[in-house]
């Protein structure tokens, strides 16, 4: 690994050490979720694209994949993304397995697996989405296959623009539109809590959720769920409130680890990385999943 990489800064709030599960022996799983903030290999100005949208240079999807390398993450949920072809500059294919979801949109979601992992794809999870003319993102689902059993994992992103701000405000938008996604994804963690599956949904929820806040109380209205970011705030581009979670249900509350939180920050801090980078940071955790 060369000086650029062995320098690249991250925040750890524990070290990664190979856990015990009830008594039982136990393999580590990292996985982590990366808005890659309008990635997509489109000349600016192209359709679909916001006038403000710059292009990338090979030079930005080269630190991209310098970064995607460090995360060395198995499991990563990504968002905004315009599909396979700009996913694979930055997760190449010798090393990821690219699930995207089929949305007619550039900022699509979608799961990178590491080769070597095997899962099976279930169906986009289209009721995130609900009226396409509000063009919302349907969720990327899979179920990844472990020694000890199945695990399913679900990839969001959701309606932004409502972080903090009252759910049931009628005259923003944003927040009637993000409520309304609640009982979809309510109902998609009920399912798999009925069939007993470890489940994870992860992604940029675009909402705080710290303290009382009613999204979150509302998703657990049926079944317990742990944040990984819970009791922490995001250091990445100057700090703040995180709206990338990593929530697990079922079995896997008790695999996550939420100790080894960690938030990859990137070593350029110029505002005009932003763009050329993500104006989100890779945010990732470390299940100790039974064998």
């Known amino acids: 690994m060369g000086d650029t990489l062995r320098t690249i800064k991250s925040v750890t709030f524990a070290l990664a050490l190979l856990s015990v599960v009830t008594g039982a022996r136990a393999s580590e799983l990292k996985i982590a979720t990366w808005n890659l903030n309008w990635l997509t290999t489109r000349a600016a100005g192209a359709r679909g694209l916001p006038a403000d949208v710059k292009a990338r240079t090979e030079d930005d ?20 993304v315009d599909g396979r072809a700009a996913a694979v500059k930055v997760f190449p294919a010798d090393k990821y397995s690219i699930h995207m979801t089929h949305d007619h949109v550039v900022q699509r979601t979608g799961l990178i697996v590491r080769r070597g992992l095997h899962y099976d794809l279930n169906a986009d999870f289209t009721a995130l989405a609900g ?118 249900g079922g079995a896997a509350i008790d695999w996550m680890r939420p100790d080894t939180l960690t938030v990859l920050r990137y070593r350029e801090t110029e505002p005009e990385w932003k763009d050329r980078l993500s104006d989100h940071c890779p945010v990732s955790v470390r299940l100790a999943v039974p064998d």
């Open 61 to 80: 999807f080269e630190k991209l994949r310098q970064y995607a390398d460090v995360l060395k993450a198995d499991v990563i949920a990504v968002e905004e």
């Open 131 to 248: 009226n396409p003319e509000a063009h919302l993102r349907s969720g990327a689902d899979i179920t990844l296959h472990l020694p000890s059993g199945s695990l399913r994992i679900l990839a969001v992103h959701l309606k932004t623009g409502c972080h903090s701000r009252p759910l049931d405000n009628a005259s923003n938008r944003a927040c009637v539109e993000l409520a309304g996604q609640i009982e979809p994804l309510r109902d998609w963690i009920a399912a798999r809590s009925a069939e007993k599956m470890p489940h994870l949904v992860l992604g940029d929820f675009n909402r705080h959720m710290d303290g009382h806040d009613p999204f979150f109380a509302a998703l657990t209205q049926a079944v317990p769920l742990r944040r990984a970011t819970e009791g922490h705030s995001d250091p990445c581009w100057g700090g703040g409130a995180f709206i990338d979670h990593i929530l697990a």
